[in-house]
Protein backbone atom coordinates (compact mmCIF):
# COMPACT_ATOMS: atom_id res chain seq x y z
CA UNK A 1 0.00 0.00 0.00
CA UNK A 2 2.79 2.40 1.22
CA UNK A 3 4.58 1.48 -2.68
CA UNK A 4 1.23 2.17 -4.34
CA UNK A 5 1.10 5.89 -2.45
CA UNK A 6 4.61 6.43 -3.02
CA UNK A 7 3.96 5.80 -6.83
CA UNK A 8 0.95 7.63 -6.94
CA UNK A 9 2.75 10.88 -5.55
CA UNK A 10 5.66 10.45 -8.07
CA UNK A 11 2.73 10.27 -10.77
CA UNK A 12 1.23 13.57 -9.63
CA UNK A 13 4.08 14.76 -9.09
CA UNK A 14 5.43 14.27 -12.22
CA UNK A 15 1.93 15.58 -14.39
CA UNK A 16 2.34 18.45 -12.38
CA UNK A 17 6.14 19.35 -13.44
CA UNK A 18 5.42 18.47 -16.57
CA UNK A 19 2.48 20.76 -16.89
CA UNK A 20 4.49 24.10 -15.62
CA UNK A 21 7.11 23.16 -18.07
CA UNK A 22 4.86 23.75 -20.81
CA UNK A 23 3.48 26.62 -19.18
CA UNK A 24 6.56 27.75 -18.46
CA UNK A 25 8.00 26.83 -22.22
CA UNK A 26 4.89 29.22 -23.53
CA UNK A 27 5.34 32.13 -22.08
CA UNK A 28 9.17 32.06 -23.21
CA UNK A 29 8.10 31.78 -26.61
CA UNK A 30 5.80 34.33 -26.30
CA UNK A 31 8.18 36.80 -24.67
CA UNK A 32 10.68 36.16 -27.13
CA UNK A 33 8.83 37.94 -29.61
CA UNK A 34 10.37 41.45 -30.31
CA UNK A 35 7.79 44.30 -30.88
CA UNK A 36 8.92 45.99 -33.86
CA UNK A 37 8.24 49.69 -34.15
CA UNK A 38 7.25 51.68 -37.30
CA UNK A 39 9.87 53.58 -38.38
CA UNK A 40 8.44 56.66 -41.04
CA UNK A 41 10.45 56.97 -43.92
CA UNK A 42 12.16 59.97 -45.29
CA UNK A 43 9.12 60.92 -47.54
CA UNK A 44 6.64 59.72 -45.14
CA UNK A 45 7.61 62.48 -42.62
CA UNK A 46 8.18 65.07 -45.91
CA UNK A 47 4.42 64.34 -46.38
CA UNK A 48 3.36 64.59 -42.79
CA UNK A 49 4.95 68.32 -43.14
CA UNK A 50 3.20 69.19 -46.10
CA UNK A 51 -0.50 68.05 -44.52
CA UNK A 52 0.49 70.22 -41.50
CA UNK A 53 1.59 72.85 -43.58
CA UNK A 54 -1.77 72.89 -45.79
CA UNK A 55 -3.62 72.08 -42.70
CA UNK A 56 -2.65 75.62 -41.63
CA UNK A 57 -3.07 77.13 -45.26
CA UNK A 58 -6.51 75.88 -45.47
CA UNK A 59 -7.53 77.33 -42.09
CA UNK A 60 -6.41 80.78 -43.39
CA UNK A 61 -8.24 80.50 -46.76
CA UNK A 62 -11.19 79.75 -45.48
CA UNK A 63 -11.18 82.58 -42.78
CA UNK A 64 -10.87 84.99 -46.32
CA UNK A 65 -6.94 85.69 -45.52
CA UNK A 66 -4.96 84.89 -48.53
CA UNK A 67 -2.02 82.85 -47.24
CA UNK A 68 1.30 84.68 -47.50
CA UNK A 69 3.86 82.24 -46.48
CA UNK A 70 6.23 81.19 -49.07
CA UNK A 71 6.56 78.09 -51.01
CA UNK A 72 8.40 75.89 -48.73
CA UNK A 73 11.72 74.97 -50.70
CA UNK A 74 11.87 71.74 -48.59
CA UNK A 75 8.88 70.38 -50.15
CA UNK A 76 11.75 69.67 -53.30
CA UNK A 77 12.78 66.95 -51.53
CA UNK A 78 9.60 64.83 -52.57
CA UNK A 79 12.28 63.85 -55.30
CA UNK A 80 14.96 62.65 -53.46
CA UNK A 81 13.32 61.54 -50.09
CA UNK A 82 13.85 57.69 -49.11
CA UNK A 83 10.48 56.22 -49.92
CA UNK A 84 9.41 53.13 -47.75
CA UNK A 85 10.62 49.98 -48.83
CA UNK A 86 7.47 48.64 -50.23
CA UNK A 87 7.17 51.42 -53.15
CA UNK A 88 9.90 52.14 -55.54
CA UNK A 89 9.78 56.12 -57.12
CA UNK A 90 8.37 55.56 -60.77
CA UNK A 91 7.52 58.21 -63.49
CA UNK A 92 3.89 58.15 -62.52
CA UNK A 93 5.07 59.36 -59.09
CA UNK A 94 7.59 61.85 -60.51
CA UNK A 95 4.48 63.57 -62.79
CA UNK A 96 2.52 63.84 -59.97
CA UNK A 97 5.08 65.25 -57.46
CA UNK A 98 6.06 67.49 -59.84
CA UNK A 99 2.51 68.50 -60.71
CA UNK A 100 1.69 68.75 -57.13
CA UNK A 101 4.66 71.37 -56.48
CA UNK A 102 3.71 73.65 -59.06
CA UNK A 103 0.03 73.76 -57.92
CA UNK A 104 2.01 74.98 -54.18
CA UNK A 105 3.83 77.18 -55.72
CA UNK A 106 0.85 78.68 -57.40
CA UNK A 107 -0.75 79.07 -53.64
CA UNK A 108 1.14 81.87 -53.10
CA UNK A 109 0.80 83.61 -56.23
CA UNK A 110 -2.91 83.04 -55.88
CA UNK A 111 -5.59 85.99 -55.55
CA UNK A 112 -8.73 85.99 -53.21
CA UNK A 113 -10.56 84.88 -56.35
CA UNK A 114 -8.81 81.79 -57.02
CA UNK A 115 -6.98 80.96 -53.98
CA UNK A 116 -9.48 78.00 -52.96
CA UNK A 117 -9.26 76.76 -56.77
CA UNK A 118 -5.68 76.22 -56.68
CA UNK A 119 -5.10 74.99 -52.89
CA UNK A 120 -8.00 72.30 -54.27
CA UNK A 121 -6.08 71.57 -56.99
CA UNK A 122 -2.86 70.60 -55.11
CA UNK A 123 -4.66 68.79 -53.02
CA UNK A 124 -6.56 66.61 -55.55
CA UNK A 125 -2.59 66.43 -57.03
CA UNK A 126 -2.14 64.57 -53.83
CA UNK A 127 -4.97 62.50 -54.23
CA UNK A 128 -4.59 61.36 -57.85
CA UNK A 129 -0.97 60.19 -56.99
CA UNK A 130 -2.51 57.53 -53.82
CA UNK A 131 -5.12 56.47 -55.96
CA UNK A 132 -2.33 55.12 -57.80
CA UNK A 133 -0.61 53.59 -55.08
CA UNK A 134 -0.50 53.96 -51.31
CA UNK A 135 -3.96 54.48 -50.88
CA UNK A 136 -4.38 54.37 -47.07
CA UNK A 137 -3.89 58.11 -46.59
CA UNK A 138 -6.85 59.13 -48.81
CA UNK A 139 -9.22 59.90 -46.72
CA UNK A 140 -6.97 62.01 -44.42
CA UNK A 141 -5.77 63.86 -47.33
CA UNK A 142 -9.65 64.68 -48.67
CA UNK A 143 -10.04 66.21 -45.20
CA UNK A 144 -8.26 69.06 -46.47
CA UNK A 145 -10.11 69.88 -49.75
CA UNK A 146 -12.20 72.94 -49.24
CA UNK A 147 -15.78 72.99 -50.17
Do not use: W
Request: proline share 3%; net charge neutral.
Amino acid sequence: MQRMNKFFLFFLLLIFISCNSKISKKENSEKKEELVMYSASELALLMEEMYQYNDSIKKLIENGILPTQEFPDKFLKIHTAEMTNTFERNRVFETFAASFLEHEKSISNSTLENVKTNFNNAINTCIACHQTSCTGPIPRIEKLLIK
